[in-house]
């Protein structure tokens, strides 16, 4: 295998106890926020190659958010490190019971190309954090800021313990075949059944951040025009090229009526009346993936938008009215900057047709109304929730972040990937002496010993009494 050297490489050196001290996570998260503020123009300028990203929109993704994650984490590792002690119960009293929090030794991290920065590196610094080694596979789709992780990367970290392999289909299989302690995986449902077969071949556990169509419910109760913003500022940032976009919108057919206009006003004052000339509106990424979303917009009728250029990757801020739930829209994740609109009668419509889908990365709801609200969020399960607004709960490291059924398995984002990427270690410290407290669980066994063991280690339920 091309990349068994590799692994064995860092596997020694997870051995060796390196990544272990504090001080040593620390200096590696520091070089990895000396690498943000020096390449942050590098960084601007391949996403900008790679898919037109606005220099707005990259820097507040790829890089504040970013920041956020380093600087949570430097702030608290040395509390998150520290051992958890536990309750005990009667027997152990003068014992001590805690969790260890200890890295589970080389990771493989394979990240997509949509925030090619973002997407990798707030997944490494938790690992980091937690004490491993890493190795980091970016997407190929985004050649231009893959190739900036793999030449600089290594400047900045130390590359016995953390490495960086560009691969296409081919290498990333072989790269796979190798035993990890830890995957993470961040991409398509389809891809995230591949990676999670091959860690079963060595039972290597996972976290899959994959996608789904995210639905998005506006009731009848609602602010039209800040409704009508928010969404187009959530479907059509980054062209729509992001896992938590809302994917379509829920409404009833007078509610179609009243958005429309507000949606075409929302993307006018945003992207002006061509959005091919707005400097603020990203690109396809690809060929490959520029031809999927054009062929989409045969759903329904095309409301607003539609424009297409192939050379340029351009497609235009679309929404599609009247769309079926049959229709070719419906059955994939967009990925683009197009959103249709399915009509429903009410809210309970909403919530059964939320509910006979996979379960999405993301819900939606707006209305002015908080019981509708709570009503959708307590009727439906998705890996996250966000009212009266799109994307925002993303940018809340105090949130964990993930998918569940279809759209993924674990959570990350602040301390929760530290947590993603720590073993919780039980462990307890018994005294060698004070022998005569064990002795009632020794044999030979009688009813008395029984009796002692009862009173010793019973847990109670609280509230209750006991009779004397």
Known sequence: NPYAGLVSHLRAAWLSGKTRPLEYRV????ALGRFLEEK??????????DMGKPS???????????????????NNLSRWVKDEHVDKHLVMQLDSAFIRKDPYGVVLIISPWNYPIHLFLVPLIGAIA???????????????TEKLVAEMLSCYLDSDCFAVVTAGVEETTRLLENKFDYIFFTGSPRVGKIVMTAAAKHLTPVTLELGGKNPCYVSDS?????????????????????CIAPDYILCSVEMQDKLMPALREAITEYFGSNPKESPDFARIVGDKQFQRVRALLSSGRVAIGGQTDERERYIAPTVLADVQPSDPAMQE??????????VVANMDEAIDFINARPRPL????????SKVVNQVLERTSSGSFCGNDTLMHVTLTSLPFGGIGNSGLGKYHGKFTFDTFSHHRGCLHRSMGLEAINCPRYPPYTPQK???ISTAFEIKRKGMCTLL
Request: proline letters at 3%; aromatic letters at 10%; charged letters at 20%.
């Open 130 to 144: 937690a004490g491993n080694c890493v190795v980091v596979k970016p997407s190929e789709v985004s050649k231009n």
């Open 56 to 74: 707005f929109e990259g820097y507040f993704t790829e890089i504040l958010l970013c920041k956020n994650e380093l600087n949570e984490t430097l």
């Open 362 to 369: 993301a819900l939606y709801v707006f209305s002015c109304d």
């Open 222 to 242: 609602c602010d039209v025009q800040n409704t009508a913003r928010r969404v187009a500022w959530g479907r059509f940032f980054n062209a729509g090229q992001t």
């Open 450 to 452: 029984l009796g002692l």
């Open 40 to 49: 942050q123009q590098d960084i601007l300028e391949a996403t900008a190659l």
């Open 27 to 30: 200096a590696q998260l520091e």
């Open 333 to 342: 994740e967009i990925f683009g900057p197009i959103l249709p609109i399915v």
